[in-house]
């Protein structure tokens, strides 16, 4: 089994920064892609960004520029710098990963979620 653990989520005012984390344990032979995902209330869950084992980063377009995220392969873990944050950022933020797991099973495997709220 795998588990994914976020970290780092909280309230922050518009204009300030976070930074979230999550970290993979268990059964991993490997991690192909990691990546971020946010579900707003009353809204359907959208992509943030991915980065591959390559590191290729991709970013959905209402985050480019102000989203940075990274990856630590000897850690397994994943990063999301936020800067320049909106209320419109507000969401529950959720990592995901695509794992070959102990049993050569490429599974992907999701996070609890955490939650980012920006107001004043």
């Known amino acids: 089994q795998v588990q994914l653990v976020e970290s780092g989520g909280g309230l922050v005012q518009p204009g300030g920064s976070l930074r979230l984390s999550c970290a993979a344990s268990?059964?991993?032979?490997?991690?192909?892609?990691m990546g971020w995902y946010r579900q707003a209330p009353g809204k359907q869950r959208e992509l943030v960004a991915t980065?591959?084992?390559?590191?290729?980063?991709n970013y959905a377009d209402s985050v480019k520029g102000r989203f940075t995220i990274s990856r630590d392969n000897a850690k397994n873990t994943v990063y999301l710098q936020m800067n320049s944050l909106k209320p419109e950022d507000t969401a529950v933020y959720s990592c995901n990963a695509e794992v070959l797991t102990g049993t050569l099973l490429r599974v992907p495997f999701w996070g609890q979620g955490t939650q980012v709220t920006v107001s004043s």
């Open positions: 268990g059964s991993i032979v490997s991690i192909y892609s």
């Open positions: 980065i591959t084992s390559g590191t290729s980063t």
